[in-house]
């Protein structure tokens, strides 16, 4: 890839400001050390026109500011991949996209809320001593509570202003979500001890308040964090994966542009090797392409001029010239893209385990509040004691617990994954994994390793066809190659596409290609085939399969272990589906289907009550993926497919499907215990707070007391208990 | 008891002091790249601040 960006001009990831200057933001994989950082920023910092560099050793992006508009990015990327780091420029798009001005503002008001609560309690601890008959003068007490006030009740407004807000906003539409409660409860809690320090009483929950959000920030941070880490990741594959598109100007020169400048009408050049970026028109040149990716077809489509070209095929022969066309008029495509919609669609709707517990909690908690305020008022507390009363329904039953009980565990859970190598996109993704019943593979690339690989042959035969197929990008040729070794390629090379190449090997002629091109006739014509020969000499056929992975088998077995149904969904023709599925010990497999008998077969399959699990990579997977009840695909998946999927997982080892199930269970069973116990702690906090058994300090103690355990409980993912 | 009125104050200006602190760090892009600024120290061309 690299070889290849070094011919083109990319110009257009460099970002000019207004003084002339440029910056660019590069991807550098591989450095790791100090070292490396010293290195790196040495030698691109040594380079004319750099200005400066900054490398970030957390994340490996790598910062370069041009001093004027002659700025070579393509010798920073040679630079670094002299000292053996391969950088990838982003596109400048994303770069302002990753600005995290939420988390931002999350970790103040977390900063806000810890100094309050902090501080608060410097002056609630004395004012305690006091609610247990120790000696302090209401007029000392009063004073520590009016001083609490002080630090309390600003950083409560600051740090609270994400609940506001968010309660505002859902208020506006005429929903409850669970700032709601949190809201009204800061908000009670603030006016209710204000009142009461104002007439002398001895019940007021300043620290609370502020403590409450100390807490619940806690987690909103946490969930934020892990949200963004999954973004920040996938932005990462997505710029290994396609950097850049290469544009023919109307000059004649080619420059490499980010694949979002492309518009429609242009002309785009692929050279082989390289992926089509954009659905387009073939104008110049023919060649074979490898629409693994996006029909599941194993077999090379030879296309020329007139053809039209989908994103994400692999051009193998020849150089190609595009002219894109729009998105819409392409039929299929747009199907395809229909049907991921209507997907998403369905999952949004998707409740997460959190709502559902306020969905329950919100109605419950407000009525007992207002049960004990109106009923105690009846029968004859007083309006005063009755309202306080009511405040400490409210106060102790908060949802703390409940705010921490599912991000704590989710947080630790996806922190587990990341670490195999499997990337969570959301914490609602985990929830849908844990419920999964029945497990669709896709074959191409999933189960088998999406290339094809040489079947016994003699190995002298394979050495005298050897030095062609090296001079061959062709998969095919490639494998063959593999299979030779190191050697010498033949001269003279003549490339036809779509049919084969000719060359001089030890000065006798011969060819490597189709049956076609050797002059064979086509008995059984298979696309998984070569035909060897010297000119007048017999004709030697070389067989290929895509080879399974050896993960598959017992992968496959492990996830029947944990109860699970297998099935394999394939586009292919039924011969390879069948041996395929038939190495990785699954009995159930489809074969021939195209992408909407695919996300058909998950409607179906969805509509007699089963969850289901789709893991593909190919673009023909892609609805499949987004209308499955949750979805994985492999880093090598095209764009489209990781963008559907919930889980992204590194290389191709497939027993991430049955860990991520595993820590999903596990996640699971910890966020119900979590709830669990937050419903034993209401059940005992509640009733003592209507008969007026809790004073500020028994709150303070329960609220902390109980997002302890529950996010003990969570770091328990992390013990042996998250493997069982 | 009047002690309390002199050390309150100065109490709540220390913790206050470091929520400023926090602050600062924040501003100044400290947590941007723990494990990069922790290294560059170490080495004499590379400059030993966090990005400006």
Redesign the interface.
Known sequence: MTAALAERNLSAFVRHDAEGGGRMELLVTGARCAGCMAKIEKSVAALPDVAATRFNLTTGKLAVTFAGRDGDPVRVIDTLDALGYPATPFDPAQVAQAHDREGRELAIALGVAAFGAGNAMMFTVPAWAGLFGQELEPATRELMYWLSAIVATPCALFAGMPFFRSAWNSLKRRRANMDVPITIGVLLTLIVSFSETLQHGAHAYFDAAVTLLFLLLIGRYMDHKLRARARGAARDLLALQAPVAVRLEADGGERGVPVGEIQVGDAVVVVPGDRIPVNGVIEQGSSDLDNAMITGETAAATVGPGALVHAGALNLSGRLILRVQARSEDSAIAAIARLMEAGAQSRSAYVQLADKAAALYVPVVHTLALLTFAGGWALGLGPREALLRAAAVLIVTCPCALGLAVPAVQIVASGRLFRAGVLVKSGAALERMAEVDHVVFDKTGVLTEGRPRLLDAPAQVVAMAAPLARASRHPLARALAEAAGCGDAATDIVETAGMGVEGLIDGRRARLGRAAFLGVSNRQSSETELWFGFDDDTRIRFAFEDQVRDSAAAAVRDLQALGLTVEVLSGDVAGPVARVARAAGIEHWRSGLTPFEKAAVIDALKASGRKVLMIGDGLNDAAALARAHASMAPGTAVDASQNAADLVYAGGNLSAAALAIRISRAARRRALENFAFSALYNAVAAPAAIFGLVNPFVAAIAMSGSSLVVTLNALRMNLAGGRR | ?NI?LLL?PF??LL??M??VG??WT?RANQ??????D???I??D??EDGP?A
């Open positions: 008891m309390i309150a109490s709540l913790a206050l470091g929520l926090f602050w924040f947590y941007e790249d723990p494990k990069g922790a290294a560059r170490l080495y061309h590379l990005e």
